[in-house]
């Protein structure tokens, strides 16, 4: 591990305190702080340059997790919850590439119900199953809670998306038009509808040129499978699709990571978005097995993090009517980023009494 010097101690200490003034004092920032060098020895930390973040890499892990943003607050809700020594079952889960993300969501969701109600971490049920979270509403129906995250960067579909567009990215950015666009306060995004081949970038790579930046802010269907676009620099990502490759100005400053900085993007193509809103059904699966034998007067709810939602919602709405979701009435999507709860209309009593006073958040 690279050992924090005292100097890059005191850099993270003070970012976080900035970060999350009025939020959380000194002594509980300090506390996550040393939690975190102690539990994560085995990793090396990496403060970056020119970003407002600093980092967590391991060997061949695919998302790296911010220490400012993302493990100090879970980090702070896991010692108000357990206290001043973490279980060793946390703590490994924490130090398990393939788990981390998922437990510092599970962690979010307890900060979220923290205070307001009575929760029980890794609760086990009568045929042997564990969900994540179960909270107790002082007489009306538990609720046991699944937590489930969609992992993208660990996907066949999500390398196949970064192996075809990087050559791509490489021809557009290389062009005049991204800095041109951006000198105007635009933005250049590109859309797929299938796999873009050597012909196809070869072509654009020669033309490319020639489009006008008039053109471009109408919008330019380059051939039969690309399509070029010039859009504000602050519009938002395009949420569908949901997977992009994006090119973002750092400077020696903080930067901040964000759509309005953005040169290029370039999105993913309908089979591919095909195979990612598989992928969430499949979580969804996972998750209402895991709760099918929740106690008798007892109810579920499951928890998801998922790029892109908007067909998702639709396939959901269509399921939880159906018998198999009687007792899992409550599905959370994202719920600390464009949440979205999507629940069953007889549960709307029970609804009100598990997020009242939190959705405003």
Known sequence: MNDLSMREYQLLFEKAQIHFKHKLNDVQIRQALDSFISIFSGFEIVLTAGFSHVIVKQHKMQAPIDIIT????ALVTAHM????????ELIRKLTNKTQISDTIFELNCISFFQGSHKIVYEPKLRDGKVPDLMISLHGESDVYIECKSQHISETEYHRI??????????????SSLPKVAFDKGLRMEVYLSKTPNKKEIAELEKRIESISMVDLKSGVQFNDNIKLIAKPKEEAYD???????????????PTKLHHENAHLVIYSWPSLDAKRRRSQRELLKKARKKL?????????MICMQLYGVKNFIKYLKSLLSQDEFSNIPFVWLNPFH??????????FELMNILFKGLISR
């Open 239 to 253: 949420q569908e699709p949901s997977m992009h490759i994006a090119e973002i100005t750092v400077t020696d400053r």
């Open 70 to 73: 993302e493990m100090i607050p």
């Open 292 to 300: 099918m034998n929740v106690p008798n007067n007892s109810i579920g």
């Open 338 to 347: 464009e949440s979205r709860l999507v629940f069953r209309n007889d549960n």
């Open 81 to 88: 919850y357990f206290g001043d020594s973490l279980p060793k």
């Open 161 to 174: 998306f970064n192996k075809f567009t990087s050559d791509l990215f490489a021809v557009i950015k290389e």
